[in-house]
C-alpha cells in the first residue's frame, strides 16, 4: 500500500515504487522508465545537497521539453530546492536579470542551451551550473573533458534523499506569460500542486493506461500540470517539439497510441487548417480526449473539431491561471454543444463565485468577476507584495476576468477587468467581434485592438486568412456587417502570416499591436488612426 502524495516528487517516487519497467517518457529515440528517471533524479539531488544547497533555496532550470528536464524538475525538488523553470527564449541580459533577482543558488541547463547560458555573464552571480544530459550530469567548467566533467556523478547514491519537507513550503517559481505585462513569478507550493493534480486525475478519469501526448512547453504551468499529472498515475509521457510539422505529431500520436493531447487555442487553430488531422480521424483510436486551456476558443474552432476528431475522442474545455497551478473550472464534454461558450464548472477542490465590486456573491446572470478558493491558490507572487494583495483577500483570488453564472451552474468569461473598451459610448467585449471574425470562415486567428483616432477610439484588427487570399479582407468584414451593428465592426483589419504569440503559444497582444501599427504605417491610408510615437 503506498501513502498519498503529499510532495510533487512523491508522484515520480510513487510511480517508479509501483511501476519500475513502465515506460515513463518517450523523447525522440529515447524511452526511458520510471526507475531511470528516478534514479537520474535522485543522482541529481545529491548533487545538489553536496553543493549545499538548502530548503528553500532556488535552482533555476534552463531546458527543452526533454528527459533532462524532468528528472531535472523531480530532481531540485528532492533536494529541497524551489524549482524556477525558465523561458527558453530568455535572451542573455534577461537571463541575468532574472537569476540576479532570484538570488539563484544555481543553474541547471541543459546541452542545448549550455552555449547561450554561458554566453551571458553569470560570474558574479556566484552560482554554480550544471548540465543536464541524457546520462546525467556534467560540471564543472566549459573547458574540462566530458569525462572530467561527468566525473564521480555515477558514483552518487540512487536511492530517495526522503528529506523532511512542509508541504505548505514553496516548491516551485513560475513566470507568467507577460501577456498583460511584466510577468510575474507566481509561487506553488507542493500542497498547491498536489491538491490540483489529484483534481485533475479525478475529472480526466487519468490512470496508468494513459499516454500524454505534450507539445506545450513544461515551464508553462499548463505544461508542468500535464507532467505531474501522468507521473501521479504511471501514465507515459510523449514529447514531440516540432509542432511546427503538424503531420508528424498526428504520426507519432498514432504510433505511440495516444490516448490524451492538450493545447491552448493556436494549437487547435493549427491542427484544424494546417495539418492533415482529418486523414488522422481512422487512426486514432486510442485517442480518448483532447483538452484546451490557455484562453478563450471561437466556438466554431470547437464545432469544426467536434466535426473532425476521431468520433471516441472527447474535447474538454478547461480555464485556469498559473496563480491556480492550473486548473479553476472544466466543461464536462456532456455539455459541450448545449454550453458551447462556457468554462464549465469549478474543478473538485475549487469554490468559485462571481463577486461585485464589493465582494458580494452575484446570482444567476449577474455580470462581475471571477473569483477563486481553493488549496491550489498560490502562496503569492515573488517579492511582490503589493501585486499579491491585490490578487489575492478574503475573498480568494482575483482572477481579473469578468464574467456570470448562468442558472445551471456554469460560468462565463464575457471580459477582463483592465480591458473595458467603449467605442461611440457602447462597451464592448472584444473576444465577440473576433469570434465573428473566425465564424466568418476566411480567418483561423485573428486580434481585434481599440487605437486611438482623431476623436477617441476606434476598432482595428489582424487576421489570419485560411486560404491566403487578400479578398478574405472585404469578406470577413461584409461577415462582420451582416452579423454585428457597425460600432462592432473593425474600422481597419489588415491580413498577416501569423499573429505574433510568445513562447506559451498564447497572442502577444503587446507585439501584435506593434505589427498593426507597422502595417498601417506601410498601407499610408489617410482616414487611419495616427501610430503613436
Known amino acids: ?13 510513487t510511480s517508479a515504487a509501483r511501476f519500475p519497467d513502465k515506460l515513463a517518457v518517450v523523447y525522440g529515440q529515447e524511452r526511458c522508465t520510471y526507475a531511470a528517471v528516478n534514479r537520474l533524479a535522485n543522482r541529481l539531488a545529491y548533487r545538489l545537497l553536496g553543493l549545499g544547497v538548502k530548503p528553500g533555496d532556488r535552482i533555476a532550470l534552463l531546458s527543452e521539453n526533454s528527459k533532462d528536464y524532468i528528472f531535472g524538475y523531480y530532481g531540485i525538488l528532492k533536494a529541497g530546492g524551489v524549482a524556477v523553470p525558465l523561458n527558453t527564449e530568455l535572451k542573455p541580459d534577461d537571463l541575468v536579470g532574472t537569476l540576479k533577482v532570484l538570488e539563484a543558488k544555481a543553474l541547471l541547463v541543459s546541452r542545448k542551451y549550455e552555449r547561450s547560458a554561458r554566453s551571458a555573464d553569470l560570474s558574479p552571480l556566484g552560482l554554480a551550473i550544471l548540465v543536464l544530459t ?25 536511492q530517495d534523499p526522503d528529506l523532511t519537507m512542509d508541504p505548505r513550503s514553496c516548491a516551485m517559481i513560475i513566470f507568467t506569460s507577460g501577456s498583460e505585462g511584466k510577468p510575474k513569478g507566481v509561487m506553488l507550493s507542493h500542497a498547491n500542486a498536489v491538491a490540483n493534480t489529484r483534481s485533475i486525475v ?24 500535464l507532467l505531474n499529472s501522468h507521473f501521479s498515475v504511471g501514465g507515459t509521457i510523449v514529447i514531440n517539439n516540432q509542432f511546427a510539422y503538424t503531420a508528424s505529431v498526428l504520426k507519432q500520436m498514432a504510433e505511440e497510441k495516444v ?15 494546417k495539418s492533415p488531422l482529418a486523414e488522422y480521424r481512422g487512426r486514432l483510436p486510442a485517442l480518448r480526449y483532447c ?13 469544426a473539431l467536434l ?23 472544466y466543461l464536462p464534454p456532456e455539455f459541450l454543444r448545449a454550453k458551447i461558450d462556457s468554462i464549465g464548472r469549478a474543478i473538485p477542490g475549487v469554490t468559485l463565485d462571481v463577486l461585485s465590486s464589493d465582494g458580494q456573491v452575484l446570482g444567476p446572470h449577474q455580470s462581475g468577476e471571477l473569483v477563486a478558493r481553493g488549496d491550489n491558490i498560490m502562496l503569492g507572487y515573488f517579492r511582490d507584495e503589493e501585486a499579491t494583495r491585490k490578487a489575492i483577500d478574503r475573498y480568494g483570488y482575483h482572477t481579473g476576468d469578468i464574467g456570470l453564472k448562468d442558472q445551471d451552474g456554469f460560468f462565463f468569461v464575457t471580459g477582463r477587468k483592465d480591458d473595458q473598451v467603449k467605442i461611440d ?5 472584444l473576444q465577440e467581434i473576433e469570434d465573428t471574425i473566425i465564424e466568418s470562415g476566411q480567418a483561423m486567428e485573428c486580434l481585434v485592438f481599440a487605437v486611438p483616432d482623431a476623436r477617441d477610439l476606434t476598432l482595428a484588427g489582424l487576421a489570419v486568412p485560411r486560404k491566403g487570399d487578400p479578398a478574405s479582407r472585404d469578406l470577413i468584414l461584409d461577415y462582420c456587417r451582416s452579423k454585428m451593428p457597425k460600432y462592432k465592426v473593425p474600422r481597419f483589419l489588415f491580413l498577416i502570416d501569423a499573429i505574433p504569440k510568445n513562447s506559451n503559444g498564447k497572442p502577444d497582444r503587446a507585439k501584435a499591436l506593434q505589427v498593426f501599427w507597422e502595417q498601417h504605417d506601410r498601407n499610408k491610408d489617410l482616414n487611419a488612426p495616427r501610430s503613436p510615437k
Open 202 to 225: 479525478e475529472y480526466l478519469a487519468l490512470t496508468a493506461d494513459d499516454v500524454q501526448m505534450v507539445v506545450l512547453p513544461f515551464f508553462y504551468v499548463m505544461g508542468k500540470s
Open 259 to 273: 490516448t490524451g493531447f492538450s493545447g491552448v487555442p493556436s494549437t487547435y487553430a493549427q491542427l484544424l487548417f
Open 1 to 13: 500500500m503506498f501513502a498519498a502524495p503529499s510532495l510533487i516528487h512523491h508522484f515520480l517516487e
Open 425 to 429: 459610448g457602447h462597451r464592448l467585449n
Open 291 to 303: 483538452t484546451q486551456a490557455g484562453g478563450h476558443m471561437a466556438r466554431s474552432i470547437k464545432l
Open 134 to 158: 541524457p546520462s546525467g550530469i556534467l560540471d564543472p567548467g566549459p573547458d574540462a573533458s566530458v569525462e572530467s566533467r561527468r566525473s564521480g556523478v555515477s558514483d552518487l547514491p540512487d
Open 307 to 329: 466535426d473532425i476528431l476521431p468520433p471516441q475522442t472527447r474535447l474538454i474545455i478547461m480555464y485556469g491561471a498559473t496563480e491556480a497551478s492550473a486548473r479553476l473550472a
